[in-house]
């Protein structure tokens, strides 16, 4: 992808993650996972760049490997920190690394899960200050009542534990923790897939805002097409751990150049009764990761699969204004777009 890099907050290239399998009583290694293989994309300051796959298909482990939680095992990640200058995050030792988090959180999935019962608000929030070394005693109380003001909960609950808030209270709860220390970029990881929809939206309208305010960059992960269409400036589709389309999210929903695309947007349910959406229903099951097909991963299930397809692996090559897909015949083929848009 031919983008300038001084007009980038982050831009991973050649992304790889691949976890060995070991067997035998020695764990001798017979091959590997490749959870996340060869990813590149890129996000601009102050945008939303969405990311959307079947359940395996690398999207949290690509998150997480961008954060350095998980070691990738190749590729480069260039993030510009809060001084303008662009750094490679993977060759920054324990002191670069600890440094740089200032800059680049992540909320998570479970809002149950993800808040240590046995601690109060005051100290789940305050956490990331006192590591930091960002604020002590009058300064850290006061830090976490603003935070805590900052997400829509009331700064009088500090000495509460998790177990007294709903579920959008606790996610709530761990935003406001992701934004303690002035990131400038947030990993946002199924944020929402775990509330009600109507809570879903109020998270949705507050991460907006935020980042309105805020001027943060989100990369934002998840399987629910309508929550990826409303709250992206542009979107990514993985499977099988490769990207295989990214666009912006008009034309990506209007016009998707991967026969893989079609088919997800196809499964994006119409709140119109009077449309009706033809779901394309894809033969066989997701590859293995383990053990990948030869040529396009996607080609056994591909209605329009040739036999280029099944020997020679596509790259992702433009096929419009900011628009990439990892198909043979991208541009080429009659493909539909979403319902509605």
């Known amino acids: 992808m031919s983008v300038q890099t001084d007009e980038l907050i982050l831009d991973v290239r050649y992304m790889k993650k691949y976890f060995p399998i070991k067997k035998g009583f020695l764990q001798k290694n017979v091959g590997y996972v490749k959870a996340v293989d060869d990813v590149e994309f890129h996000i ?21 490997c961008i954060l350095r939680a998980i070691e990738p095992s190749a590729g480069s990640i ?14 920054l030792d324990s ?19 993800s808040l240590n019962p046995r601690m109060t608000v005051l100290n789940i929030i305050a956490e990331p200050l006192v590591c930091n070394g960002l604020a002590h005693g009058a300064a850290l109380r006061e830090r976490v009542s603003e935070l805590m003001e900052m997400v829509g909960l009331n700064s009088r609950h500090l000495e509460r534990y998790p177990h007294a808030f709903s579920g959008g209270q606790r996610q709530r709860i761990g935003i406001a923790r992701a934004l303690a220390t002035n990131p400038r970029f947030i990993v946002c990881d199924e944020a929402v897939s775990a509330l009600d929809v109507s809570v879903q939206a109020q ?30 400036n542009r979107v990514g589709v993985m499977y099988v751990g490769k ?33 009706k959406s033809n779901r394309i229903i894809l033969p066989g099951e997701v590859a293995n990761p383990a053990n990948p ?46 319902v509605g848009i």
């Open 44 to 64: 601009r300051p102050g945008e939303t760049f969405g990311l959307v796959g079947e359940s395996g298909c690398g999207k949290t482990t690509l998150g997480r």
């Open 78 to 91: 260039l993030f510009r920190d809060r001084h303008g200058q662009m750094l490679d995050v993977l060759a």
């Open 95 to 113: 002191k670069g690394l600890r440094a740089i988090r200032r800059d680049m959180q992540l909320i998570f999935q479970d809002p149950y899960s």
């Open 203 to 232: 998270i949705i309208n507050l991460l907006q805002d935020l980042q309105e305010k805020l001027d943060l960059s989100y990369l934002f992960i998840s399987h629910d097409l309508g929550v990826i269409q409303h709250i992206s």
């Open 243 to 275: 990207m295989v389309e990214t666009a912006s999210t008009q034309d990506l929903f209007a016009s998707p150049k991967h026969p893989y695309t079609e088919a997800l947007l196809s499964a994006k349910p119409v709140p119109d009764p009077r449309k």
């Open 293 to 338: 097909p030869t040529g396009c991963y996607f080609h056994p299930r591909c209605p329009y699969a040739k036999d280029i397809c099944k020997i020679q692996s596509p790259e992702l090559k433009q096929v419009g204004d900011g628009h990439y897909a990892a198909c043979h015949f991208a541009g080429e083929l009659p493909l539909r777009g979403a």
